[in-house]
């Protein structure tokens, strides 16, 4: 599965048409997206002090299924691949979505269907 940190305009976007696609995706020619254990991290570099994204789950194969290209690329900032998708995604692709929460800390916490998974 990949994730995607969605702003909640784009998200109800994709809910009238049916495609999920972001700014990232105009401006750069691809959607951003993360394993599972790169989620917290990118949440804490770009969007601390947010309370209103979502978490969105995409199925890779149901992306393949629909023809949108996935492509692993190496981010040097990073010093990981990541998952960029080239093309705006089906919400047939989305698998579960969440409120992605902060604690009491004020640092970002995976939704407990995600923690239990890494248990």
Request: glycine fraction near 8%; hydrophobic fraction near 45%; charge should be negative.
């Amino acid at each position: 599965m990949l994730y995607r940190l969605a702003e909640p305009a784009d998200w109800h976007h994709a809910q009238q048409t049916g495609f999920f696609a972001s700014a990232d995706l105009a401006a750069e020619g691809f959607i951003h997206s993360s394993e599972q254990h790169q989620i917290l991290e990118t949440a804490r570099r770009y969007y601390t002090g947010r309370a209103d994204l979502l978490l969105l789950e995409w199925d890779e194969a149901a992306l393949a299924a629909a023809g949108v290209r996935v492509e692993r690329e190496w981010v040097a900032g990073r010093q990981q691949h990541f998952a960029h998708v080239f093309g705006p995604v089906p919400l047939a692709a989305v698998r579960r979505h969440w409120p992605l929460e902060a604690g009491e800390g004020g640092d970002f916490q995976l939704p407990t269907a995600l923690r239990t998974l890494g248990e």
